[in-house]
């Protein structure tokens, strides 16, 4: 499995510089921040993404720039063209949950020898405002993909992160 500069390698030069332009701009509240170096449990994570995806970038952006805080935290990458070799994955296990996951980004938590989905395309706040307003879906997508709902996503991925702390 990957680490987050070979994820980079996943698309092209000018997918890996959008992806590192997006990642380099994201600024965590002190408080998120404070949080998360405060976590004193192992985590694991594996994240299926693509630097090509519109989704991907802003939730990863999110997700490694909150992980880099807290060397307990602990994420693999994995392509999802990938996702039908083996040897990326710990466990058949594994590699089935993100098989069956499909879309992404997809963010697993890997806890006890299970592999448990806890973010699918578009994270929980997003798919609410879209089902609440699903006439708005194109503008809601357009907008969480130019960054409009940073602090939300960061709040939502705080709370996966810290959900078993």
Same mark, same amino acid.
């Given at each position: ?9 996943? !698309? &092209?030069?000018?997918?890996?510089? $959008? ?5 380099? @701009? ?9 949080? *998360?170096? #405060? ?6 994570? *594996? ?17 490694? %720039?909150?992980?880099?805080? $807290? ?7 994995? !392509?999802?063209?990938? $996702? ?6 710990? !466990?058949?296990?594994?590699?089935? #949950?993100?098989? !069956? #996951?499909?879309?992404?980004? &997809?963010?697993? @938590? ?29 503008? *809601?997508?357009?907008?969480? %993909? ?12 705080? #709370?996966? *992160?810290?959900? $078993?702390?």
């Amino acid at each position: 499995m990957a680490h987050f500069y070979e994820y980079l390698e996943f !698309s &092209s030069d000018e997918d890996r510089e $959008n992806q590192l332009e997006v990642y380099v @701009d994201v600024k965590l509240e002190a408080e998120t921040e404070e949080k *998360l170096k #405060a976590l004193g449990v192992q985590g694991d994570w *594996l994240v299926m993404a693509e630097p090509y995806c519109p989704d991907c970038v802003e939730i990863v952006a999110y997700f490694q %720039r909150m992980t880099k805080l $807290n060397p307990n935290i602990k994420v693999k990458y994995v !392509s999802r063209k990938d $996702n039908k070799e083996r040897k990326h994955f710990d !466990s058949d296990e594994q590699q089935q #949950a993100v098989i !069956s #996951a499909q879309k992404i980004p &997809s963010i697993f @938590d890997i806890r006890n020898d299970k592999t448990e989905l806890v973010l699918c395309e578009f994270p929980q706040f997003l798919k609410q405002k879209i089902e609440a307003e699903p006439e708005k879906f194109d503008e *809601l997508k357009a907008d969480f %993909r130019m960054g409009k709902f940073g602090k939300q996503v960061e709040a939502e991925l705080l #709370a996966i *992160l810290t959900k $078993n702390a």
